[in-house]
């Protein structure tokens, strides 16, 4: 017979005391988690190139053959042995272009993403194990913010601060407070009502340590692929609003600047158009199959609790 969950009691109280065999427990969730994932080849793939992306965003700036805002005496040049990609409208190598400004955006948009996330997971957290009166005024908050349509709240929120990357940034990462507040929310009052946090609160654990270590084990997962959604979204919100000009400025590259430049060229040359957007969709579409590998892997057929996962009996 297959290795089951232990009862509900024994969890809070294996939980409270440290035992080895809730740790093991917990191994055996995440190994078949990680081995569910393994063998999904295309999920794998994603992953390879999110972190090629990821690398070049880190050191693009120090491998770029030239320097930001290095001009040559060629515009809109064909791609070459000196240029690989060629150059845009004012001369700019468009590779070295592309380097600086994957870091830009990639990053803009992880520390969006992030942001958004943590804020997100505690005020629903909180709302949602607490309850009551709390509870509905922070719902009523997040009801009237998730009745303005995304794009035009974070317009609104930069018309407010003023165009600029860290004010982009402030307004994406508040775009995504209210989707992580309703997801979390929503899975806490599912697991403040398992037995075993009921068996916890018996044996007179704290709150916060029942929230440490009962139910955000729980709500992890749902978590974590929600974030990896939101940071493919981030990365285009962050190429619209940079296309848009509310974003990144110069000096500053950014793809979205990129995509914006490219445009005012696009009946001269597609290129400029065509390799920030591509960057942006492959990383995107990346992290979209990465997220509905790990929505798989994470407790389709299984009895999950959070990371103390394993298969039906």
Known sequence: MSPVLPDTFTVAVLAEEGSDDLAATQVYGLRRILGNFR?????????????????????????????????????????????????????????????????????????????????????????????????????????????FPGLLLIIALIGVMGPGLFHATIALAVSFVPGFTRLLRGEVLGARERGFVAAAKVTGVSSLRIVRKHIMPTVLPSLIVQLCLTLGLALIAEGALGYLGLGAQPPQASLGAMLQTGFTEINSTVRLVLVPGLVITILATCLNVIADALRDALGRGSEVVGFLAAPKA
């Open 39 to 147: 063998h999904r080849k295309l999920a794998m793939a994603a992953t390879a190139v999110v972190i090629v992306g990821i690398v070049l965003a880190i050191i693009g700036p120090y491998i770029a053959p030239y320097g930001l805002e290095q001009t040559f005496p060629i515009f809109n040049g064909p791609p070459s042995l000196h240029h690989l990609l060629g150059t845009d409208e004012i001369g700019h190598d468009e590779l070295s272009q592309v380097l600086y400004a994957m870091r830009t955006s990639i990053s803009a948009a992880g520390f969006a993403a992030l942001a958004g996330a943590a804020i997100g997971t505690v005020i629903g957290v909180v709302s949602g194990y607490v309850g009551g009166a709390l509870d509905w005024a922070v719902m009523r908050c997040i009801d009237a913010l998730m009745s």
